[in-house]
């Protein structure tokens, strides 16, 4: 079943499906590795070691390993094909992992000379630790659900001599379940007080499912992940997409808003601004005089004897405009290079030049500096 958005905030990430396998349909032995051997050659050692143990070739053989990096044995464990129903393995597929109910604990992690009994509906498991990296051996013995008291004391008794050495016995009295791990591509299962976690090599090597089964399963899965994150990507990539177009829109309406505001307030900006302007313009009249006179006067000091002053008006408090004429046009910009190098002139322009019958005519503009005019009584001392 489907888990809404809701639920799962409610119930958090769920554990991964893995199908645990009766322990009776299987036979587990413990196999030699070579020392330093690499994954692909310890693989290739615990298949050959399974060939020699089982009278069935691994083709018709459920199977799997536990085997841990540098160690020199490894746990291998298998079962006929034939003794799993059709009903059994149809679940398989929609499995994350599927494995014994023993390797649940195989990587439990104990203290040498350490027996761990797992009880089960049809049976007793003894898994032995003696030191070494995983474990030393394990066994399954069968109990009738009507075995008497003292026949499964005498199974017990029975697998704690096969297990050999214990210093340390741990009963277990619950199966193991999966559990949420706390790290990507490791699966985690608890038994009671007791956790058992296997890496994600070691699962893929226990899984007994066929090998190259599985491996098509798991590329079609590396697929189905690619193709969800893909579309997880789009549809971030739409929400963005969707964010940003709210964000227009709303900018937009801001935009109007602002846009209408602005119009509401131009009168009134307008006439504050006319209001500003006159009383500049009053300040300037009653704070300044404009002196035409002196401007004039100024202007003509460095006149040459060619060119001759048709009539001056003022623009403004420092502007002076002058229709002039001249019967020397060179004299007219060597006039204006002159009145440019003076330092009461903040600009000098000639426009609208023409010339007829060897008369140049011509307006000769000039702006003084702020305050470098004064009237003839403040110049007197």
Known sequence: MTLSLSQLLKTGVPPPKVVLLPDRLFFGRVVPITAGATPAEAAEQALLAL?????????????????????????????????????????????????????????????????????????????????????????????????????????????????????????????????????????????????????????????????????????SRARAVLLWRTFLGAAAALVLLGLGEAALIGGGLWQKTRLARVVAQRPVVEKIETAQNLATRINELSTKRLLPFEMLSAVTAAKPEEVTFLRASTDGLYTLTIDAQSVAPAAVSGYQAALSKLPLFEHVEIRDQRTRENIMAFTLAVTFRAGAVKSAAAATP
């Open 51 to 219: 060939e020699a143990l089982s009278p069935f070739p691994p083709q018709q053989l459920y199977h799997g390993f536990f085997w841990s990096p540098g160690a020199e044995r490894a746990l291998v464990f298998a079962s006929y094909r034939r003794r799993f129903t059709t009903d059994q393995t149809s679940v398989w597929p929609d499995a994350e992992l599927v494995l014994p109910q023993f390797a649940a604990l195989i990587g439990c992690a104990m203290e040498p000379a350490t027996t761990l009994l797992a009880p089960s509906p049809d049976g007793l498991t003894a898994v032995h630790w003696d030191g070494g990296p995983g474990p030393a051996g394990i066994w399954f013995r069968p109990i009738a659900p009507e075995a008497t008291a003292e026949e499964r004391a005498a199974v017990r008794e029975e697998l704690l001599r096969a297990a050999g050495e214990c210093r340390r016995l741990v009963e277990l009295t619950e199966a193991p379940v999966a559990e949420v791990s706390r790290f990507e591509h490791e699966f985690t299962f608890r038994a009671g007080a007791h956790e058992a976690r296997l890496s994600g090599p070691q699962a893929a090597l226990a899984d007994v499912r066929d090998k190259d089964e599985l491996a098509a399963l798991r590329r």
